[in-house]
C-alpha cells in the first residue's frame, strides 16, 4: 500500500477496507445465529435527535444545552436540554418503564392525561430546581419519555408551568418515535 493509505491504485480496489467489510459481515452472521436466547432490547431513542424546526416549533432553540447519558446495570437515562427565554427544556428517553417513571414516590400534584390517545401524567417533583419546574411522562415501546419544563427566572410566564409542560409535550410526543 505504501505511503497512500487506504487509497486504492488507479484501477485498483481497497482491499483492507473490503476484507475488513467481509470479515466483519461473516462475523456478524455468525454470531447471530440459532443459539440466541432472551428477549430482544429496543434502543434507546436519542432525545437530541429531535430536528430543529420541531424544537422551534414549541419554541426553543434548537441548540443542545446539556446532552447526558446514564446507565446502570437495569436501566439507561439520555438527557438533552434546550433553552427558551421562558424555560429550559429537558427530555429525557429512559429503559425504565412508563409505570416506574410514572409513579415516582416523590411526585407531587400528580394527574393522569391523554395525549392523543395515549396515556401520559404531569407531576412535579419538589427538591428537583430551585424554580418552579413540571414533568410530563409518556410509555414508549423501549420504557418512557419525560419532558420536563423549568421556568427560566428570566421573565414570569403567562401560565402554570405544568400547562406550559403539557402544552410542549403535546407538540413533541408526536414527533417521537413510539
Avoid: H
Avoid at 61 to 73: A, F, H, L
Avoid at 93 to 100: G, L, P, Q
Amino acid at each position: 500500500m505504501g505511503c497512500g493509505g487506504n487509497r486504492p491504485r488507479v484501477g485498483g480496489v481497497q482491499r483492507v477496507v473490503r476484507t475488513v467489510g467481509v470479515g466483519l459481515t461473516c462475523a456478524l452472521v455468525a454470531g447471530c445465529g440459532g443459539g440466541v436466547v432472551g428477549t430482544p432490547v429496543a434502543e434507546l431513542w436519542d432525545p437530541c435527535s429531535l430536528p430543529a424546526e420541531v424544537l422551534e416549533g414549541v419554541g426553543v432553540e434548537p441548540g443542545v444545552v446539556e446532552p447526558r447519558r446514564i446507565e446502570t446495570d437495569s436501566e439507561t437515562w439520555a438527557y438533552c436540554s434546550y433553552r427558551a427565554d421562558w424555560a429550559l427544556m429537558s427530555i429525557i428517553s429512559t429503559t425504565t418503564s412508563f409505570d416506574v417513571v410514572a409513579n415516582d414516590g416523590r411526585a407531587t400534584e400528580r394527574r393522569d392525561v391523554k395525549i392523543g390517545n395515549a396515556p401520559a401524567v404531569v407531576y412535579g417533583i419538589p427538591g428537583s430546581s430551585t424554580l418552579p419546574s413540571c414533568y410530563v411522562t409518556a410509555p414508549r415501546e423501549s420504557g418512557s419519555i419525560q419532558i420536563r419544563v423549568t421556568e427560566s427566572g428570566v421573565r414570569t410566564p403567562t401560565t402554570d408551568v405544568c400547562v406550559e409542560a403539557l402544552s410542549v409535550a403535546e407538540l413533541l410526543l408526536p414527533a417521537i418515535p413510539r
